[in-house]
């Protein structure tokens, strides 16, 4: 039986600084706004923004 205490981790948080420095180093697409990391998408219309979206929520 394991122990309620030992199962939990202590998350990492970062400052702004480090986020967007990580971001630009590890995941060059996305940017850090108003407290969200977010990417944009460009598709050629509705039927590849409907294939992206189905593509998250799957």
């Excluded at 630009?24 to 590849?48: F, Q, S």
Aim: glycine share 6%; net charge neutral; hydrophobic share 30%.
């Amino acid at each position: 039986m394991s122990d309620e205490k030992t199962d939990r981790r202590q998350d990492e948080t970062f400052d702004q600084a480090t986020i967007e420095r990580r971001l630009a180093e590890e995941l060059p697409h996305w940017y850090y706004e108003n407290g969200w990391i977010r990417r944009k998408y460009r598709t050629m219309g509705w039927k590849g923004t409907l294939m992206v979206i189905n593509a998250v929520g799957h």
